[in-house]
């Protein structure tokens, strides 16, 4: 009697450990739509950038805006003091008022030899002509004296600094009261439009026809997201593909366009772009983790209704990110192992609980390249 409970105290460990479960993190397969992505690295670029500078020389009397101020085209900006052009203005309209009426008289003349010619031959031919030719002349200054005058009233728009393009206006690099020239090397303020703004980035070239395809049948959704490739910022349409590829690098430039209304994007930044290629319809999609290779292939575990498992082969038709869309081998709502399959083996029993954040599935998530 006391070696068959001794016997029996030694069994009931290891029974114990055969039966015991091993927990488990499970994911539910789901049917739904599966967008394939095309990923690249990319810059923002602005679409305008104009360093605005003086196209006359002259003092700096006024600045009308403020450092990181949002323009509209045609705002006034600066006022160079114009007292000297106007001045300017003012002498060559009094030269053009002098030679019109030198000129009035010329004409004058010149019409009555023209009728002494014809009347009486009181003048000779030689004398209209001259005078004739003395008319033309006071009719030429005339033309230049408004030529000046022109002149001087574009100088006096130039004094007038006014914004080229809409945008936002960066750091003030001159101050009022300084004296500014056309010839000055830096300029008195740079104007970067941000809406809209473009986004230049690169993707292999062997991934240009496809997108080139697709891009003639319909606008191609381009999202941007921050450098950690996890927070989407913006999202855009792809404009174009550049004419040609880099052959040191193998790669095409393509441009986006975004609206940027809540300036979250800025020249020069940089980002990781995804291309929306295609949406592939009705999928069965489970978590990439769930999806284990072995000597025959690819299989997942699955979970049945009695909490054992039962290694089963799939066919992965896609992998995006940390999602798989499988082909062939599950059903949606059939529940299959994320985490801890290295403890498992077929038949085994496993205790189900709630996968880890870092194992979700998350759509915002950035995509890897479209195999």
């Keep these: 009697m006391s070696c068959q409970g001794a ?13 015991r479960s091993t927990p488990v993190a499970i994911a539910t397969a789901v049917q739904q739509d599966m967008p394939v992505y095309l990923t690249g690295l990319g810059s923002v670029t602005a679409f305008n950038t104009v360093s605005v500078r003086s196209r006359v020389d002259g003092q700096l009397v006024q600045v009308n805006f403020r450092e990181g101020q949002q323009v509209n ?21 009094a030269q053009l008022y002098r030679d019109q009426a030198q000129l009035r008289d010329a004409q004058l003349n010149y019409q009555r030899f023209t009728d002494l010619l014809k009347e009486s031959g009181a003048v000779s031919q030689q004398q209209v002509d001259t005078q004739k030719a003395t008319a033309d002349q006071l009719e030429g200054s005339v033309r230049g004296d408004q030529a000046t005058i022109d002149n001087a009233k574009l100088q006096i728009s130039y ?11 960066g750091l003030r690099l001159v101050d009022a009261g ?36 697709k891009m003639k049948q319909g606008t191609l959704s381009v999202d941007a997201y921050n450098r950690d490739n996890l927070t989407k910022l913006a999202t ?17 430039k393509l441009k986006a366009v975004f609206d940027n209304g809540d300036d979250v994007l800025w020249p020069n930044q940089f980002v990781n772009v995804r291309l929306l290629l295609d949406v592939q319809k009705n999928r069965i999609v489970i978590p990439s983790a769930a999806v284990q290779r072995g000597p ?13 498992v039962e290694a089963r082969p799939v066919t992965v038709a896609l992998t995006q990110a940390n999602q798989s869309a499988i082909a062939d081998g599950l059903q949606a709502g059939d529940a299959v192992v994320t985490d801890g399959q290295d403890k498992l083996q ?3 029993k496993v205790e189900p609980r709630s996968p880890s954040r870092n194992s979700n599935t998350s759509q915002s ?5 479209a195999p």
């Design 296 to 308: 025959q292939g690819t299989f997942v575990y699955l979970v049945r209704a009695d909490k054992t």
């Design 73 to 93: 085209k045609g705002d006034l900006l600066a006022q160079i003091d114009p007292r000297a052009f106007e001045v300017q203005l003012a002498q060559a309209q």
């Design 159 to 169: 004094s007038r600094i006014t914004a080229p393009v809409s945008g936002r206006v």
């Design 178 to 213: 300084n004296m500014v020239h056309a010839t000055d090397p830096n300029p008195l303020m740079v104007i970067t439009q941000l809406h809209p703004i473009s986004v230049l980035f690169t993707l292999p070239e062997d991934s240009l026809p496809v997108v080139s395809r």
């Design 7 to 19: 016997n029996s105290q030694k069994d009931k460990p290891a029974l114990a450990a055969t039966t």
């Design 236 to 252: 855009g349409k792809l404009l174009t593909i550049d004419n040609q590829i880099d052959q040191q690098t193998g790669t095409g």
């Design 346 to 348: 077929n038949g085994a």
């Design 365 to 369: 998530t950035p995509a890897a390249p």
